[in-house]
């Protein structure tokens, strides 16, 4: 069975901080995926990786995927209120016909 | 990206009646589903993989009797909560995947809020 591990669970900070999230495999994936979803929605894909050490930037978010394709990390600079959710990262495996699911990062930005 | 809706958004029913949550691919084609449980402030839980057209595969642990679900088209699935109980009272999830050489993407439903009385 391939899990991921996600830390930190839960993160608190003041708008303006930077901050990283972490998403550690044993397995290897062919795909990572990071969603956001915020109270009441469902989630919705940031940004899938594929290559390995590959780095992918969205806004004020950095995405990385590890050399041998087990763990990932989202780096968001000057973090915004609006970027309060729980975040979750995804290894995408087209073998299994699913993907597995990391236990999610809640993360408030106090203004 | 694709789309995806639920319905209804939330519900509220009496402990044993039945609930009906459907999930509709909207701008293009899902041969599999899937559905989701979820509690406050915790990751996505694999229920089951609605497969189109045949049975569907139920993660370890989940009742399928209970939760029953129905792939009767391309675009449509539906997950049946039968004799709910209070326990039942969760927020459910359905994703379609967009599946590329190396990538398996979801798309998800905005989710339907079920309490039970």
């Known amino acids: 069975t391939q899990l991921l591990e996600q830390s930190p669970q839960f993160l608190s900070i003041q708008e303006g901080e930077n901050l990283t999230v972490y998403c550690n495999s044993s397995?290897?994936?062919?795909?990572l995926q990071w969603y956001r979803q915020e109270p009441g929605e469902g989630p919705v894909l940031l940004v899938t990786?594929?290559?390995?050490?590959e780095v992918k930037k969205l806004k004020r978010l950095t995405f990385q995927f590890g050399d041998a394709r087990k763990d990932s990390s989202l780096h968001i600079t000057a973090a915004q209120p609006g970027d309060t959710g729980l975040y979750l990262c995804?290894?995408?495996?087209?073998?299994?016909?699913?993907?597995?699911f990391g236990d999610g990062t809640t993360l408030t930005v106090k203004p | 990206g694709a789309v995806v809706s639920q319905h209804p958004s939330w519900v509220i029913c009496k402990s044993g009646t039945s609930v009906k949550i459907e999930c509709r691919s909207l701008?293009?084609?899902?041969?599999?589903m899937f559905w989701y449980r979820q509690f406050p402030k915790q990751s996505l839980m694999l229920m089951a993989t609605?497969?189109?057209?045949?049975?569907?595969?139920?993660e370890q642990g989940v009742e399928k009797d209970k939760f029953l679900i129905n792939h009767a088209s391309l675009t449509l699935s539906t997950l049946t909560v039968t004799s709910a109980h209070p326990e039942d009272s969760s927020f459910y999830i359905c994703?379609?995947?967009?599946?590329?050489?190396?990538?398996?993407?979801?798309?998800f439903g905005p989710g339907t809020r079920l309490t039970v009385t």
């Open positions: 994703s379609a995947p967009e599946i590329g050489t190396f990538s398996y993407e979801q798309y």
């Open positions: 397995s290897v994936f062919s795909s």
């Open positions: 990786v594929v290559t390995g050490g």
């Open positions: 995804a290894g995408g495996d087209t073998n299994a016909g699913k993907s597995t």
């Open positions: 701008d293009f084609q899902a041969t599999t």
């Open positions: 609605s497969n189109e057209g045949s049975k569907a595969t139920y």
